[in-house]
């Protein structure tokens, strides 16, 4: 009988997080483990610390307080000589290149094309040539359905269209954890379907560890094996999708979504 193999570590850990922004505290000793693959979704209300958390992973900022893994490995202190000392720019910025992040706000070079876009990171970060990153752009622009638009400047997309070179921008690095911020937020209600059916996509796709903040709860169900429930700085519930949208034990939680689906 062969030997069980040891449980690989989780995508992320993250224990005891704190964060403060000119006094005001907003994680307040956050802990989050997901395993490989995993797909989670974030909601709470707005200033409850979600998008702070994403921008942590992505090491936009620092924590006050807490340890953050990637895949075992310390983001912002180095194991060595018996102790930790502080995390090098380089060793940054390789666990950077793990993660993938997608903004509500696109971000995307207006004097780059489409395919500029996506090809660019690529290029300069991963030492692609300029042919195979164009290649890679190619193949992602149709994988979000805008081989068409691969010519076209950010002035000539709709904001979904946008939303999704930002995607397909991200997917470049070939990342193995993807953080999406209110990606459909920035969107005209007619234009959130093109962006959610990419996500729901990828999500079916299995590999990629998948973290979104999101206020669209549908999509929230819809994306994720698990929902946290964020509140003034902590997790105040997890679970399934099923069991916290539909048998919430948290009273906090119960308020929110009674709010948020009131008119649905």
Known sequence: MEASK????????????????????????VDL????????????????????????LMTLERPDGGAVEIGGEPVWTVRGGGGERPASAEHLHRIRRKVGMVFQHFHLFPHMTAL????????????????????RGRRLLDRVGLADKAGAYPAKLSGGQKQRVAIARALAMDPEIMLFDEVTSALDPELVGEAVNVLLELADEGRMTMLVVTHQMNFAQAIADEVHFLDDGRIIESGSPDRIFREPSEERTKKFLDSVLAYR
């Open 116 to 135: 500029g876009n996506v090809s660019a990171a690529p290029r300069m970060a991963l030492g692609l040539s300029r042919a195979d990153a164009e290649d």
């Open 33 to 56: 483990v997901v395993p490989a693959g995993r797909k989670v979704t974030f909601i709470g209300p707005s200033g409850s610390g979600k998008s702070t958390l994403l921008r942590i």
């Open 6 to 29: 040891p449980p690989s570590d989780p995508a992320i850990r993250m224990t005891g997080i704190k964060k403060s922004f000119k006094g005001t505290e907003v994680l307040r000793g």
